[in-house]
């Protein structure tokens, strides 16, 4: 967790079961106008369709968050269809890093993305999707990098 003059900017909740209540209160805090979190890590917290849903929902108004890592979680369809749509709205956000488990998925998000007027870097971690299924689903203005 990091702190600037009292201002939280660093949350880092990765590997923690945070829940459904959990999930709506953080994207409360989120989604707020005096939200100054900048980097927020989720990867490994069991996030579900619904809770990536609500995440999503927060990113769109977000203008803080520069950093986002949800690897390793269970977004769903509706999920994913829901970030690409928060991902195409924001503006803040600098660097995605996540893995999903289908190249459907991808393209979802991959849309989300093309549709942004300036993304930076996403980090994409090889699971079933293929370097290409990766290349066709990004676009080349995104700087991307597969691990």
Known sequence: MGWVGGCHYQLDLSKNAIGASGMQSLASVLAASDCSIRTLG???????????????????????????????????????????DALAANDSLLTLELQVSSSYHLALLGGGLIRRLKPRVVWVRRNRNTESQLQAALSSRALCEWQ
Do not use: Y
Not at 63 to 74: D, G, I, V
């Open 42 to 84: 989720l990867a490994r917290c069991n996030m579900r369709e619904d809770g990536c849903r609500l995440i999503a929902t927060a990113l769109s108004v977000n203008r803080s968050l520069q950093w986002l890592n949800l690897e390793k979680n269970m977004m769903g369809d509706r999920g994913c269809f829901a970030l690409a």
